[in-house]
């Protein structure tokens, strides 16, 4: 037995993302994984992987960084792969969960119309978007999920759209169970990671993920980021049930935003109006806090 | 056996749906299925279809068709769909990773050309597209034809010997819409003709392995020798299939080709699907003339089927080729591979005709005046349009 | 022709700096070629950047396997293989703080150029904390050695949009890189072939772990360390704070104990007595309220089954002078090592200032009797009622292997009021006498009216006595504010809440006597600069109604002691360790309140403790002194948002208005308490500065998953480890910190 695998309580867990990865040294999307190791507690799942950082983590044939079975999917299917996996599954009595793990490219962008429509149908899966707010792995270029303002390769001057709503698009489809995720609350995360495993039908998840190189910030900072970005409200934690239920799992404090754009300079590097993006945290905030009150879960 | 008078597109989709039944003992059967102009009737009858242990999804796309389809294969189930024309060329990408994937799926290919500008006749440019995906493929002429080739297709696919996807291509509307007489197999024979569906590299939770991750130069050309490989054996696993399916249906489907009057024709003329068919009465009045005119029926056309081809045309001096189908900047596409396979044979003068591009109709009378045009050519030249032949 | 391979890493601008190179020389008129190897582009990982230069047009686009030169970006990567195909006269280019002659094993015969790119760069700001960029830095090295000139480096740098600090750090390079020709034979490394057998995607074998160590990826480890905990620093009896208080929250209550007790023999009484600077060292002040340390002391030291230690019997003798608690700290210590210990008490009863000058509702006689039960217990012999002169004490000094004196504070002061403090009618007293005359618990001030002049500990423990005592009413008298009183603030409170007025800013004058009652004349003050303690001088009014009169019936003056240096011996001077010097015979160390300590409970303890240890080391030549501490784990160490505020514990009082008429013990501690109020909660608050706890939060949030348990603390496995920092940044108490390579 090596080392090299998360030791919990003792006993060796083999992590779903091993030792060996190719991911840059403090990658959000490395995070995510061992918090999700620790949420399965040993449950085995089937990954189902796009084209991103994310498959290129695993490392070249026949080797592999995963220790669970993963299919590497073309860019805009892994909701289609991961649907004929989960039906196979249930077919055969097997029902240990399916898990799409895409960047916010194969989401919000070219993945869009696969993983809507796997949502309509309400398909047996947990979809897992780690989103770095770019098209990560082929260099930093803008995708609809990067913030107003924040300079790319393809938008140097700063991006002139608004953050696309990923979370209202799944919230519209009313799938049983839709949240978002932050690395730097780990309690919160495994909480939620379970009830979508207890959960049947189409399960989103929304992962803020930090990238040192795209946000061109400190990688020893990433989990700080996060927790910066819930405290000060431009990552809000919640719950969406059944699209009509709301529940609110933490609430901005009165940390600025600048103290979370000043450490990166994707943000500091552009001619980006922080009034801008305080006025649209506080409307989505203004959002959040009515359907919670309203539509209570 | 039943027979029933029914269309190309009802016998297709009551043969998958069979195939797809009698995997019930095993994996069960699963695949993505989306509408396009003329394959609809084959995922209608699909859906209406209530299978033991399977589901067809309604996808929103061919692209995530095909998804569906390798998900479902990579985990251990029977796989299948069909496609035309545009969302053939939608859904290419993945058709490329199931071939490259080595995924025993099969798919019903209803021939019809590529647009836009919109066109919804019969064109076998659509399928042809991605003759180097590692697609198995089969021109199927007739509804019995393509009735028996989907089964064989399910035997070949999955033979361990093989495991590369199959498309069986029927002529859109021509064979699709047109009600025929056809021997429709019954399920227990089905049962009978087709293992339970075992596809090796499937996932599985004992044994975690990553499908398709990054991989080096070396180990990629290796897998595409690989690939090749099992390609070249599939005439044999063919063959064997055959003889278990006249076994089984008392019948033997047609392989990689059927000739007809070729033993001692000067002249050979080749072609697929119905346009065979036509071209096979248009050789008969030319023979009941006293000419030497034989024919070819291309059926195999991945891998394609070389040796059988040249024994074929055996001592013939003059082959013509009738190509529904055209790669712009060269000519007909089976006009390019039978090149390829003639050049041991410099003797032969090699004529490309391109007809019934875009679905028209070709006639008996189209026909002669190609095979007038073999007769008198004193050499070969670029593919001849249709329209200069008139 | 010309090749040079460069070998560097994601993310350092390997293709940078070949288009660096590859633009210089096109700017002289050549043809120039630059490309990288392109896999997965992934920060960290080995990448290979080529550059071709020829006079005619170049057509290969092959990797290039014989090269004419070599560049290596990342010292991690300089290793034989980097020559591989090195041409016999091509120059080695390496990134490293050592001079060319260190690599003369691992490359003889070949010519090494070397240049502390990485520090250059660094120093110039170019890149991040962690990645610093070395390619520009580089290029003015690689252009040296080629012999180009620093104008030919700026013109590259210009023409790639490079400005200021990358020309300065190329500059740098381009004059500190050193050359040399190495001597020795070349050693041909040739590349290994590859392996024969090829994978097949239909393999059962396929999936394993990945051969790759990212460790080699890492510019920096993480490594754990040991601060001491600001609890630890602050308290005067070395007491280990921060351990006893984490096996309270622990519930192993016997093992807290015996934690204190390595240090300390009077938990009980400093958990009652104590101005705890602890809890005012006590990062957690910072966030919400300070740990309730002397609570927690209290009840460890109340419930905890004390052992007693065993150790050989040494043949040597000490004797300790003073029964208080500097005195019987050092015989506990000394009996522990195994000494023979004597000590010599003045007073009818062993405990010094602990018995007479705290009163019971503080510190109940039963609490202090036990534990000077245990001390003795541990063979301790003790002679009451002998007080020892300066001639007995040079006599003692030739008896015993070695002597402590301990005699504390004798000595109090006093005020010129106009009256003579002795007389006979005991109205005007000193504060330590009278506290002694209130443990007898005679009701001799019932009715009366009492003033008491003073700030301190005493004066409060006199006021509030004498309430308990049946004084009508009590008053303290304080020149200066109260926030300059020197007593402790719980117990400043405590007194006001039984009805004690505090006079601040008052001074007393003169006291006038008649037949019944006493006048006591005062004057207001007020502050001014301050004096040689550092607090503001009280600074008298003069106004008119600056004098006022108070009618009482008693004063006492509680104004503060002194040693009383008679006993030590003339021509002989304390030294700063407590040695007494100038006498012949055993050494003989001074220490407590006589050797001018702070004057708590818990000084006095520590410097018994610190005696009986000078002692050891005279005696036996071992030395036992505890090792230099490590850094103080400051606010600064400790990430509070990790913590969920709690306010302190505070254990159990009795009602105030029963207080006032008893001596029982006004605070009841954790084990009468409330819900909620348990001393394991209040434990649990604990930051834990700066001494790991194994919260885990390391091992949850580490990407790599490489940080295991091991034992109570934690492993690195620096096979993989990438140098991230999250471990270092995630962990609350500054225990893992980032060291570079």
């Given at each position: 037995?090596t080392t090299a695998f998360i030791q919990n309580d003792g006993t060796c867990v083999e992590s779903v993302l091993r030792p060996g990865n190719t991911n840059c040294a403090?990658?959000?999307?490395?995070?995510?994984?061992?918090?999700?190791?620790?949420?399965?507690?040993?449950?085995?799942?089937?990954?189902?992987?796009?084209?991103?950082?994310?498959?290129?983590?695993?490392?070249?044939?026949?080797?592999?960084?995963?220790?669970?079975?993963?299919?590497?999917?073309?860019?805009?299917?892994s909701a289609a792969f991961a649907t004929g996996l989960a039906t196979v599954a249930e077919f055969n009595g097997d029902d240990h969960p399916v898990v799409c793990w895409?960047?916010?490219?194969?989401?919000?962008?070219?993945?869009?119309?696969?993983?809507?429509?796997?949502?309509?149908?309400?398909?047996?899966?947990?979809?897992?978007?780690?989103?770095?707010?770019?098209?990560?792995?082929?260099?930093?270029?803008?995708?609809?999920?990067?913030?107003?303002?924040?300079?790319?390769?393809?938008?140097?001057?700063?991006?002139?759209?608004?953050?696309?709503?990923?979370?209202?698009?799944?919230?519209?489809?009313?799938?049983?169970?839709?949240?978002?995720?932050?690395?730097?609350?780990?309690?919160?995360?495994?909480?939620?990671?379970?009830?979508?495993?207890?959960?049947?039908?189409?399960?989103?998840?929304?992962?803020?993920?930090?990238?040192?190189?795209?946000?061109?910030?400190?990688?020893?900072?990433?989990?700080?980021?996060?927790?910066?970005?819930?405290?000060?409200?431009?990552?809000?934690?919640?719950?969406?049930?059944?699209?009509?239920?709301?529940?609110?799992?933490?609430?901005?404090?009165?940390?600025?935003?600048?103290?979370?754009?000043?450490?990166?300079?994707?943000?500091?590097?552009?001619?980006?109006?922080?009034?801008?993006?305080?006025?649209?945290?506080?409307?989505?905030?203004?959002?959040?806090?009515?359907?919670?009150?309203?539509?209570?879960? | 056996?039943?027979?029933?008078?029914?269309?190309?597109?009802?016998?297709?989709?009551?043969?998958?749906?069979?195939?797809?039944?009698?995997?019930?003992?095993?994996?069960?059967?699963?695949?993505?299925?989306?509408?396009?102009?003329?394959?609809?009737?084959?995922?209608?009858?699909?859906?209406?279809?209530?299978?033991?242990?399977?589901?067809?999804?309604?996808?929103?796309?061919?692209?995530?068709?095909?998804?569906?389809?390798?998900?479902?294969?990579?985990?251990?189930?029977?796989?299948?769909?069909?496609?035309?024309?545009?969302?053939?060329?939608?859904?290419?990408?993945?058709?490329?990773?199931?071939?490259?994937?080595?995924?025993?799926?099969?798919?019903?290919?209803?021939?019809?050309?590529?647009?836009?500008?919109?066109?919804?006749?019969?064109?076998?440019?659509?399928?042809?597209?991605?003759?180097?995906?590692?697609?198995?493929?089969?021109?199927?002429?007739?509804?019995?034809?393509?009735?028996?080739?989907?089964?064989?297709?399910?035997?070949?696919?999955?033979?361990?010997?093989?495991?590369?996807?199959?498309?069986?291509?029927?002529?859109?509307?021509?064979?699709?819409?047109?009600?025929?007489?056809?021997?429709?197999?019954?399920?227990?024979?089905?049962?009978?003709?087709?293992?339970?569906?075992?596809?090796?590299?499937?996932?599985?939770?004992?044994?975690?392995?990553?499908?398709?991750?990054?991989?080096?130069?070396?180990?990629?050309?290796?897998?595409?020798?690989?690939?090749?490989?099992?390609?070249?054996?599939?005439?044999?696993?063919?063959?064997?299939?055959?003889?278990?399916?006249?076994?089984?249906?008392?019948?033997?489907?047609?392989?990689?080709?059927?000739?007809?009057?070729?033993?001692?024709?000067?002249?050979?003329?080749?072609?697929?699907?119905?346009m065979a068919r036509t071209l096979r009465r248009a050789v008969l009045a030319r023979r009941e003339r006293g000419q030497h005119v034989g024919m070819i029926r291309a059926?195999?056309?991945?891998?394609?089927?070389?040796?059988?081809?040249?024994?074929?045309?055996?001592?013939?001096?003059?082959?013509?080729?009738?190509?529904?189908?055209?790669?712009?900047?060269?000519?007909?596409?089976?006009?390019?591979?039978?090149?390829?396979?003639?050049?041991?044979?410099?003797?032969?003068?090699?004529?490309?005709?391109?007809?019934?591009?875009?679905?028209?109709?070709?006639?008996?009378?189209?026909?002669?005046?190609?095979?007038?045009?073999?007769?008198?050519?004193?050499?070969?030249?670029?593919?001849?349009?249709?329209?200069?032949?008139? | 022709?010309?090749?040079?391979?460069?070998?560097?890493?994601?993310?350092?601008?390997?293709?940078?700096?070949?288009?660096?190179?590859?633009?210089?020389?096109?700017?002289?008129?050549?043809?120039?070629?630059?490309?990288?190897?392109?896999?997965?582009?992934?920060?960290?990982?080995?990448?290979?950047?080529?550059?071709?230069?020829?006079?005619?047009?170049?057509?290969?686009?092959?990797?290039?396997?014989?090269?004419?030169?070599?560049?290596?970006?990342?010292?991690?990567?300089?290793?034989?293989?980097?020559?591989?195909?090195?041409?016999?006269?091509?120059?080695?280019?390496?990134?490293?703080?050592?001079?060319?002659?260190?690599?003369?094993?691992?490359?003889?015969?070949?010519?090494?150029?070397?240049?502390?790119?990485?520090?250059?760069?660094?120093?110039?700001?170019?890149?991040?904390?962690?990645?610093?960029?070395?390619?520009?830095?580089?290029?003015?090295?690689?252009?040296?050695?080629?012999?180009?000139?620093?104008?030919?480096?700026?013109?590259?740098?210009?023409?790639?949009?490079?400005?200021?600090?990358?020309?300065?750090?190329?500059?740098?390079?381009?004059?500190?890189?050193?050359?040399?020709?190495?001597?020795?034979?070349?050693?041909?490394?040739?590349?290994?072939?590859?392996?024969?057998?090829?994978?097949?995607?239909?393999?059962?074998?396929?999936?394993?772990?990945?051969?790759?160590?990212?460790?080699?990826?890492?510019?920096?480890?993480?490594?754990?360390?040991?601060?001491?905990?600001?609890?630890?620093?602050?308290?005067?009896?070395?007491?280990?704070?921060?351990?006893?208080?984490?096996?309270?929250?622990?519930?192993?209550?016997?093992?807290?104990?015996?934690?204190?007790?390595?240090?300390?023999?009077?938990?009980?009484?400093?958990?009652?007595?104590?101005?705890?600077?602890?809890?005012?060292?006590?990062?957690?002040?910072?966030?919400?309220?300070?740990?309730?340390?002397?609570?927690?002391?209290?009840?460890?030291?109340?419930?905890?089954?004390?052992?007693?230690?065993?150790?050989?019997?040494?043949?040597?003798?000490?004797?300790?002078?003073?029964?208080?608690?500097?005195?019987?700290?050092?015989?506990?210590?000394?009996?522990?090592?195994?000494?023979?210990?004597?000590?010599?008490?003045?007073?009818?009863?062993?405990?010094?200032?602990?018995?007479?000058?705290?009163?019971?509702?503080?510190?109940?006689?039963?609490?202090?009797?036990?534990?000077?039960?245990?001390?003795?217990?541990?063979?301790?012999?003790?002679?009451?009622?002998?007080?020892?002169?300066?001639?007995?004490?040079?006599?003692?000094?030739?008896?015993?292997?070695?002597?402590?004196?301990?005699?504390?504070?004798?000595?109090?002061?006093?005020?010129?009021?106009?009256?003579?403090?002795?007389?006979?009618?005991?109205?005007?007293?000193?504060?330590?006498?009278?506290?002694?005359?209130?443990?007898?618990?005679?009701?001799?001030?019932?009715?009366?009216?009492?003033?008491?002049?003073?700030?301190?500990?005493?004066?409060?423990?006199?006021?509030?006595?004498?309430?308990?005592?049946?004084?009508?009413?009590?008053?303290?008298?304080?020149?200066?504010?109260?926030?300059?009183?020197?007593?402790?603030?719980?117990?400043?409170?405590?007194?006001?809440?039984?009805?004690?007025?505090?006079?601040?800013?008052?001074?007393?004058?003169?006291?006038?006597?008649?037949?019944?009652?006493?006048?006591?004349?005062?004057?207001?003050?007020?502050?001014?600069?301050?004096?040689?303690?550092?607090?503001?001088?009280?600074?008298?009014?003069?106004?008119?109604?600056?004098?006022?009169?108070?009618?009482?019936?008693?004063?006492?003056?509680?104004?503060?002691?002194?040693?009383?240096?008679?006993?030590?011996?003339?021509?002989?001077?304390?030294?700063?360790?407590?040695?007494?010097?100038?006498?012949?015979?055993?050494?003989?160390?001074?220490?407590?309140?006589?050797?001018?300590?702070?004057?708590?409970?818990?000084?006095?303890?520590?410097?018994?403790?610190?005696?009986?240890?000078?002692?050891?080391?005279?005696?036996?030549?071992?030395?036992?002194?505890?090792?230099?501490?490590?850094?103080?784990?400051?606010?600064?160490?400790?990430?509070?948002?990790?913590?969920?505020?709690?306010?302190?514990?505070?254990?159990?009082?009795?009602?105030?208005?029963?207080?006032?008429?008893?001596?029982?013990?006004?605070?009841?501690?954790?084990?009468?308490?409330?819900?909620?109020?348990?001393?394991?909660?209040?434990?649990?608050?604990?930051?834990?500065?700066?001494?790991?706890?194994?919260?885990?939060?390391?091992?949850?949030?580490?990407?790599?998953?490489?940080?295991?348990?091991?034992?109570?603390?934690?492993?690195?496995?620096?096979?993989?480890?990438?140098?991230?920092?999250?471990?270092?940044?995630?962990?609350?108490?500054?225990?893992?910190?980032?060291?570079?390579?």
């Open positions: 037995m403090g990658c959000g999307m490395s995070i995510g994984f061992q918090l999700l190791t620790q949420a399965l507690e040993r449950e085995p799942i089937m990954l189902v992987i796009p084209a991103c950082c994310g498959i290129v983590t695993a490392g070249a044939f026949p080797t592999s960084a995963y220790g669970v079975p993963t299919a590497a999917a073309t860019f805009a299917s895409a960047g916010d490219g194969g989401t919000y962008d070219i993945g869009l119309a696969t993983l809507s429509a796997a949502a309509e149908r309400n398909e047996n899966m947990i979809y897992v978007c780690y989103d770095n707010e770019i098209y990560g792995n082929t260099g930093g270029q803008r995708s609809s999920a990067t913030p107003e303002g924040v300079a790319t390769t393809t938008s140097p001057g700063g991006k002139s759209e608004p953050k696309k709503d990923i979370m209202g698009i799944m919230t519209a489809h009313r799938i049983p169970y839709a949240a978002t995720l932050s690395v730097a609350h780990r309690e919160d995360f495994l909480h939620k990671v379970r009830t979508a495993r207890n959960t049947r039908g189409f399960r989103f998840l929304l992962m803020l993920s930090p990238c040192p190189i795209g946000w061109k910030s400190e990688p020893d900072e990433s989990v700080e980021l996060i927790r910066v970005a819930v405290a000060c409200g431009v990552f809000p934690l919640y719950e969406v049930f059944d699209g009509s239920r709301f529940r609110i799992n933490a609430r901005p404090d009165a940390t600025p935003l600048v103290d979370y754009i000043g450490r990166q300079k994707r943000y500091t590097r552009s001619r980006l109006d922080v009034g801008i993006l305080d006025e649209q945290i506080k409307r989505q905030w203004r959002y959040l806090g009515t359907m919670a009150t309203t539509f209570p879960a | 056996m039943a027979r029933a008078l029914v269309t190309g597109n009802h016998a297709a989709g009551y043969t998958l749906a069979l195939a797809g039944e009698a995997n019930r003992v095993a994996r069960g059967c699963c695949g993505g299925a989306y509408p396009i102009t003329p394959q609809t009737e084959i995922i209608e009858f699909l859906r209406g279809f209530q299978f033991t242990k399977g589901r067809v999804v309604p996808v929103e796309s061919e692209h995530s068709a095909m998804g569906v389809c390798i998900g479902a294969s990579l985990g251990g189930a029977r796989a299948f769909t069909a496609s035309s024309s545009n969302g053939l060329a939608y859904m290419v990408e993945n058709i490329f990773a199931a071939g490259y994937y080595r995924l025993p799926i099969v798919m019903i290919a209803v021939n019809r050309t590529l647009g836009p500008p919109w066109n919804i006749w019969v064109d076998q440019g659509d399928s042809l597209m991605f003759r180097d995906a590692a697609w198995i493929q089969f021109y199927t002429d007739s509804h019995q034809d393509l009735v028996d080739t989907i089964l064989l297709a399910f035997r070949v696919a999955e033979d361990k010997r093989i495991l590369l996807p199959v498309v069986v291509a029927m002529d859109g509307f021509v064979t699709s819409h047109t009600q025929m007489v056809v021997e429709l197999p019954e399920q227990e024979q089905v049962d009978r003709y087709l293992p339970a569906c075992e596809v090796p590299h499937r996932l599985r939770h004992d044994h975690p392995a990553t499908v398709g991750g990054m991989t080096w130069p070396r180990e990629t050309a290796h897998h595409r020798r690989e690939i090749q490989n099992a390609m070249d054996r599939v005439p044999e696993v063919l063959y064997q299939a055959i003889d278990e399916f006249a076994e089984v249906f008392g019948r033997r489907p047609v392989g990689a080709l059927e000739t007809e009057f070729t033993e001692d024709a000067k002249t050979v003329l080749i072609a697929c699907n119905t059926k195999l056309f991945r891998p394609f089927p070389r040796e059988e081809l040249l024994r074929a045309i055996g001592s013939a001096r003059r082959v013509g080729v009738l190509d529904r189908n055209h790669s712009a900047g060269s000519g007909g596409i089976f006009w390019q591979e039978i090149a390829a396979t003639l050049q041991e044979r410099p003797d032969v003068l090699l004529q490309d005709y391109l007809v019934g591009l875009g679905g028209g109709d070709v006639t008996p009378e189209i026909i002669d005046g190609v095979i007038d045009d073999l007769a008198s050519r004193a050499r070969a030249t670029q593919p001849i349009w249709q329209e200069a032949m008139t | 022709m010309a090749e040079l391979t460069i070998f560097g890493r994601g993310g350092q601008g390997g293709v940078t700096l070949a288009k660096l190179i590859a633009e210089t020389y096109f700017l002289r008129g050549m043809y120039a070629q630059a490309f990288g190897v392109y896999a997965a582009e992934r920060s960290g990982a080995p990448v290979q950047a080529y550059v071709r230069i020829d006079e005619r047009e170049i057509t290969n686009h092959n990797e290039i396997r014989e090269p004419d030169h070599v560049v290596v970006l990342d010292r991690t990567l300089i290793a034989p293989r980097v020559v591989t195909g090195l041409k016999t006269d091509g120059w080695l280019v390496l990134n490293s703080p050592e001079p060319p002659s260190a690599f003369r094993e691992m490359f003889p015969g070949r010519r090494v150029a070397t240049v502390d790119a990485t520090a250059i760069a660094a120093g110039n700001g170019l890149g991040t904390r962690t990645v610093p960029i070395v390619n520009t830095t580089m290029f003015g090295a690689v252009a040296r050695v080629f012999g180009l000139t620093f104008a030919d480096v700026e013109s590259a740098l210009t023409e790639l949009k490079f400005g200021g600090a990358n020309v300065a750090s190329a500059r740098q390079a381009f004059e500190g890189v050193k050359a040399e020709h190495q001597p020795g034979t070349i050693r041909e490394v040739t590349a290994p072939p590859p392996s024969q057998r090829i994978a097949s995607l239909l393999d059962s074998t396929i999936g394993g772990l990945p051969a790759l160590r990212t460790g080699s990826w890492a510019s920096r480890h993480p490594n754990r360390r040991h601060l001491t905990p600001p609890c630890n620093n602050a308290c005067p009896a070395g007491n280990d704070v921060q351990a006893f208080v984490a096996a309270v929250a622990k519930e192993d209550y016997n093992g807290a104990l015996e934690i204190l007790l390595e240090t300390s023999p009077f938990p009980g009484v400093c958990g009652r007595v104590c101005p705890a600077p602890c809890m005012q060292a006590c990062n957690r002040s910072g966030y919400d309220e300070s740990l309730n340390v002397r609570e927690l002391e209290r009840y460890v030291a109340d419930l905890g089954q004390r052992e007693r230690f065993s150790a050989p019997r040494r043949d040597e003798a000490v004797a300790v002078i003073g029964s208080g608690p500097a005195g019987l700290s050092a015989a506990y210590h000394l009996a522990r090592l195994g000494y023979q210990v004597t000590v010599l008490e003045a007073e009818r009863e062993l405990g010094g200032v602990m018995r007479t000058g705290i009163p019971e509702y503080r510190l109940p006689r039963t609490v202090l009797d036990r534990e000077i039960e245990f001390v003795i217990g541990h063979g301790v012999q003790t002679h009451t009622g002998h007080r020892v002169s300066r001639g007995e004490l040079v006599d003692l000094s030739r008896r015993f292997a070695a002597v402590f004196v301990a005699t504390g504070l004798q000595e109090a002061r006093s005020l010129d009021l106009g009256v003579d403090l002795g007389g006979s009618t005991h109205r005007i007293e000193q504060g330590i006498a009278f506290l002694d005359r209130a443990r007898g618990g005679a009701a001799f001030v019932r009715g009366e009216r009492v003033v008491v002049i003073g700030g301190g500990n005493t004066a409060i423990d006199a006021a509030r006595s004498a309430r308990r005592l049946g004084a009508a009413r009590v008053v303290i008298v304080y020149r200066r504010s109260r926030q300059e009183m020197p007593a402790i603030r719980e117990e400043i409170d405590a007194a006001i809440e039984e009805g004690i007025a505090i006079h601040e800013l008052v001074s007393p004058v003169r006291v006038q006597e008649n037949d019944s009652s006493l006048s006591l004349t005062c004057q207001r003050m007020r502050l001014g600069e301050p004096d040689e303690s550092g607090r503001a001088r009280p600074v008298p009014e003069t106004t008119e109604d600056a004098f006022f009169d108070i009618p009482c019936d008693r004063v006492i003056l509680a104004l503060g002691q002194t040693p009383d240096l008679s006993i030590i011996p003339e021509g002989s001077e304390i030294r700063e360790n407590g040695r007494l010097l100038g006498l012949a015979g055993s050494p003989v160390f001074c220490g407590g309140d006589l050797a001018g300590n702070e004057g708590t409970v818990s000084a006095a303890i520590g410097s018994g403790h610190l005696a009986a240890l000078h002692i050891h080391r005279t005696l036996s030549g071992e030395d036992l002194f505890p090792p230099s501490p490590e850094p103080l784990a400051g606010p600064e160490a400790i990430t509070t948002h990790v913590f969920t505020h709690a306010p302190r514990r505070r254990g159990g009082t009795i009602d105030v208005a029963l207080r006032r008429h008893t001596f029982a013990e006004v605070h009841t501690g954790f084990s009468s308490a409330t819900e909620g109020e348990s001393a394991a909660e209040e434990a649990s608050r604990c930051f834990s500065c700066g001494v790991c706890n194994s919260c885990d939060r390391c091992r949850q949030y580490c990407p790599e998953g490489i940080v295991s348990r091991d034992g109570d603390g934690y492993r690195f496995d620096y096979d993989y480890c990438k140098g991230c920092g999250v471990c270092a940044a995630q962990c609350p108490r500054g225990v893992i910190y980032m060291a570079e390579l």
